[in-house]
């Protein structure tokens, strides 16, 4: 997913377990198998997605302001998948059984 032209953002989100923030972003499967990193637009919506997965058991998450154009350029450079979340989205975080060693 593209960012809609003519809208400008200039810093976006992305969650990371608390305490492991350089071994990677949080993401999610789609219905292919495919890992897909969210980049909220809000930090609100990004904090309250965090919450969500904390009360999932869920590690505790810190919520990670980034250059969306950064972001996306590194994400289509290495082919991972990602998705916008704007302040009109609604994600609800997927009740999968997770693993955190």
Known sequence: MKLVKNQKVTKMYILTVYGKESEGAYSVEDD?????????????DACRYAMLLEEMDYPDMHVIEVEPDMMIGVCETHGHDYIVITKNDI???PNTEHDFI
Request: no cysteine; net charge negative; aromatic share 12%.
């Open 32 to 44: 292919n198998g495919e890992q897909v990193l969210y980049l909220f637009e809000e930090e609100d």
């Open 91 to 93: 994600v609800i975080p």
